[in-house]
Nanobody
Framework: QVQLVESGGGLVQAGGSLRLSCAAS????????MGWFRQAPGKEREFVAA????????GYEDSVQGRFTISRDNAKNTVYLQMNSLRPEDTAAYYC?????????????????WGQGTQVTVSS
């Protein structure tokens, strides 16, 4: 079992930046690949970025590639999502997720544990 708590969301103008954090507690953090997903009102939850247990393998959704950066600090049991050049279409609730095993996937169904979410709102 692992518990995930996101923080760092908020309201920002288009072009601005935010850094989301996800603190994990419970079982060994390095047992999990980590992902960030988002869900806008009326839309399905979608993949944003993910990182393997070691940080050696990373993936991004096409629309955030080059603007967002995922990273993890295994000593602090924390995964981050640095979001730059934010756009109004990035507005959503952002969720951190953990997947047992060391590789990451884009499919939300393959993640075992979820945080409560943090809201990101980008104004135009």
């Amino acid at each position: 079992q692992v518990q995930l708590v996101e923080s760092g969301g908020g309201l920002v103008q288009a072009g601005g930046s935010l850094r989301l954090s996800c603190a994990a507690s419970g079982r060994t953090f390095t047992s999990y690949a980590m992902g960030w997903f988002r869900q806008a009102p009326g839309k399905e939850r979608e993949f944003v970025a993910a990182i393997s247990w070691s940080g050696a393998s990373i993936g991004y959704e096409d629309s955030v590639q080059g603007r967002f950066t995922i990273s993890r600090d295994n000593a602090k049991n924390t995964v981050y999502l640095q979001m730059n050049s934010l756009r109004p279409e990035d507005t959503a609730a952002y969720y951190c997720a953990a997947r047992s095993g060391r590789g990451w996937y884009r499919d939300a169904k393959l993640y075992n544990y979820w945080g409560q979410g943090t809201q990101v709102t980008v104004s135009s």
